[in-house]
């Protein structure tokens, strides 16, 4: 079966609201994405799917809410603002060179409580079923957080992704700790899950101190 490929393409900024739906089974290589959205917010076993895709050096941005990332690999991204992930999930998903700020969280603050609760519900009963999710050993991150995503599912380069453990987390005295390792501390505590990998951004000025700090946690045996 021939896979298609597209190059050099420009994607107009577009709205794909709803569920089901299934984009995928390309091959993207320096394409843009002048924004849009992909969203869902009615469906916690996420039929808004993007599977079978892989972008090499391409731009994009946008808002994304409640979508299934399957079978896809992210090399070289760019963007002008933050990616910002709400309340999606992800199965064999491989970022790796550079990438920009991404913050994978959960279902958004903004959506009534009960939807929260449903997406989060829905999330424990896909990842049941996952043996790993993302892959950002290769990343080289400016700005990362995963606080929506269980840590024990991200495969990761422990030289600079540290996995956390929230029952060792809310244990530890923070007071011992510097104010950015505390603040780490803090999202371990909060963490849905019983694992949240945290990562020294290696594109950021802020490297050193960053490693420095989960360095630390790492050495009270909070971290790995």
Known sequence: ?????????????????????????????????????????????????????????????????????SDVSV??????????????????????????????????????????????EGAERFYATVDWALDITAAKFSDAEFSGIPGHLVRRDPQTQFLLHRDRAEAADSQSFSPSARSYLAKARTSPYPTIVIVAPTRSKYFKDALKDLESLRAAGIAE
């Open 1 to 69: 079966m021939t896979r298609t490929v597209i190059m050099d393409k420009v994607f107009p900024h577009e709205k794909l609201i709803g569920s089901p739906r299934s984009l995928g089974g390309a091959d993207l290589v320096r394409c843009t994405f002048q924004g849009g959205t992909l969203s869902q917010d009615e469906d916690p076993e996420f039929g808004l799917r993007v599977h079978d895709l892989s972008l090499r050096d391409c731009r994009a941005g946008g808002v994304l809410h409640g979508v299934q990332f």
């Open 75 to 120: 090399h070289n991204l760019a963007s002008g603002r933050r990616i910002s992930p709400f309340g999606c999930v992800f199965r064999h998903v491989t970022l790796s060179g550079r990438i920009p700020q991404l913050m994978v969280r959960d279902a958004h603050s903004a959506l009534p409580t009960k939807v929260q609760e449903a997406f989060r």
